[in-house]
């Protein structure tokens, strides 16, 4: 193609001009990349410590402290709703208890499950740190900072007095890390019968139902298609009680999207200014094409090439540049990793272009209204 051999050779004329402005656009794609797959990396740990590791909904009945009967109907409802993970939803009954040990005493929150539907949400198998985990009847699983506090081991036998003066001796069949101080201090985990031994309950009511979603931010429109189904039940979502929580994911995102912008607009100008100024050195070139023959729509598209070119190159030097720096972060002395993801990459290439493409418009359009006529005359 013509305007194509006519813009490499234009910019072939002054390749250090070429090398800097596709530099430019290199460090603003690697830039992009960074500080995109930072920041997804960074939502995406702290979401995971946060609430990766508990229920994302909550079915509980619509009078604190009496139960939720876990029917048919609940159950269908529950499973029917593709956005909530069918092995993560966890019948759960809750009680406090008071651990004592001689003249020793702690308050503990239990939570009673069946192992499987536990383990799905709060990934109590991964996260043990000694033992086993196992919730027969008189099994008990405890924080790793309590099990510490009060020099416990798996195989142990704990005391618990629970309200009205009963007691239970259960056996410590694991430690684990909840990922949280404050769960690791106070959160006990033991068999489904153990609380129910304490009411009068049914064998189908509980506390509370607890479920996660495939996707964390998709909780507020299940939460709501729960209500719509289950308008006798209360329904509640973990973002509803981490407002702290969303609002710093918010200002990451926001902080992320306005140091991309100012990177594009940077970019953009560097373009802009480049090929505005290439277009005024090659006018003389230019009027002399056009009076050749060269159409208006080829001398245009001269410097739609030389965008298309150097968007190209800028951007192919951009990702390799952001690949380095993810790399040589995974040798920072942090515990933490950046993840990649393509969809951002492929997003970040695509608008390196598109903005290398805009920003020819300018010195496009005034090239094919050059008159060869005048720029002859002129000399």
């Given at each position: 193609?013509?305007s194509?051999?006519?813009?490499t050779?234009f910019?072939?004329?002054?390749?250090?001009?070429s090398?800097l402005?596709?530099?430019?656009?290199?460090?603003?794609i690697?830039?992009?990349?960074?500080?995109?797959?930072?920041i997804?990396?960074l939502?995406?740990?702290?979401?995971?410590a946060t609430?990766g590791s508990?229920?994302?909904?909550?079915i509980?009945?619509?009078e604190?402290?009496?139960?939720?009967?876990y029917t048919?109907?609940?159950r269908d409802?529950?499973?029917a709703?593709?956005r909530?993970?069918?092995?993560?939803?966890?019948p759960v009954r809750?009680?406090s208890?008071l651990?004592?040990?001689?003249?020793?005493?702690a308050?503990?929150?239990?939570?009673?499950?069946e192992l499987?539907?536990?383990?799905?949400i709060?990934a109590?198998?991964e996260?043990?740190t000694a033992?086993?985990?196992r919730?027969?009847?008189?099994?008990v699983i405890l924080?790793?900072?309590?099990?510490e506090?009060?020099?416990?081991?798996?195989g142990?036998?704990?005391?618990?007095v629970f309200?009205?003066n009963q007691?239970?001796t259960?056996?410590?069949?694991?430690?684990?890390?909840?990922?949280?101080?404050?769960a690791n201090?106070?959160?006990a985990f033991v068999?489904?019968e153990?609380?129910?031994?304490l009411?009068?309950?049914?064998?189908?009511?509980?506390?509370?139902?607890?479920?996660?979603?495939r996707?964390?931010?998709?909780?507020?429109?299940?939460?709501?298609?729960?209500?719509l189904e289950l308008?006798?039940?209360a329904?509640?979502?973990w973002?509803d009680?981490?407002?702290?929580?969303?609002?710093?994911l918010q200002?990451?995102s926001l902080?992320s999207y306005m140091i991309q912008?100012f990177?594009?607009?940077?970019?953009?100008?560097?373009?802009?200014?480049?090929?505005?100024?290439s277009?005024v050195?090659k006018?003389?070139?230019?009027g002399?094409?056009?009076?050749?023959?060269l159409?208006?729509?080829r001398?245009?598209?001269?410097?739609l090439w030389?965008?298309?070119?150097?968007?190209?190159g800028?951007?192919?030097g951009?990702?390799a540049?952001?690949f380095a720096l993810?790399?040589?972060?995974?040798?920072?002395p942090?515990?933490?990793?950046i993840?990649?993801?393509?969809?951002f990459?492929?997003l970040s290439?695509?608008v390196?272009?598109?903005?290398?493409l805009?920003?020819?418009?300018?010195?496009?359009r005034?090239?094919s209204?050059?008159?060869?006529?005048?720029v002859i005359?002129s000399?």
């Open positions: 193609m013509l194509l051999r006519i813009a050779r910019l072939r004329t002054n390749p250090v001009q090398v402005i596709m530099a430019g656009i290199s460090v603003g690697a830039t992009q990349v960074f500080v995109g797959s930072l997804a990396s939502q995406s740990g702290l979401i995971d609430v508990s229920p994302h909904v909550t509980s009945a619509a604190e402290g009496d139960p939720v009967a048919e109907r609940v409802v529950v499973t709703d593709e909530i993970k069918p092995e993560a939803i966890a809750t009680t208890a651990f004592v040990e001689g003249d020793e005493s308050p503990l929150s239990l939570t009673g499950g499987e539907s536990l383990d799905a709060y109590l198998s996260r043990t033992g086993n985990a919730l027969a009847d008189d099994d924080g790793i900072d309590f099990a506090k009060y020099s416990l081991e798996p142990d036998e704990i005391t618990l309200a009205g007691t239970a259960l056996t410590l069949s694991a430690t684990v890390d909840l990922g949280a101080a404050a201090e106070r959160q068999s489904e153990l609380p129910r031994t009411t009068d309950w049914s064998a189908e009511e509980y506390s509370a139902i607890q479920a996660q979603v996707e964390p931010f998709d909780s507020a429109e299940v939460a709501e298609a729960l209500r308008p006798d039940l329904i509640s979502e973002q009680a981490n407002a702290d929580l969303l609002t710093a200002s990451q902080s912008a990177v594009l607009v940077a970019v953009a100008l560097g373009i802009a200014s480049t090929l505005a100024i277009a050195q006018t003389r070139q230019i002399i094409l056009k009076a050749m023959g159409s208006d729509a001398a245009g598209r001269i410097f030389q965008a298309a070119l150097l968007g190209a800028g951007t192919t951009g990702l540049l952001g993810l790399w040589g972060f995974s040798f920072a942090v515990d933490f990793a993840e990649p993801e393509p969809a990459i492929v290439s695509a390196g272009i598109s903005v290398a805009l920003s020819s418009i300018v010195p496009t005034k090239t209204r050059l008159d060869p006529i005048e005359q000399g």
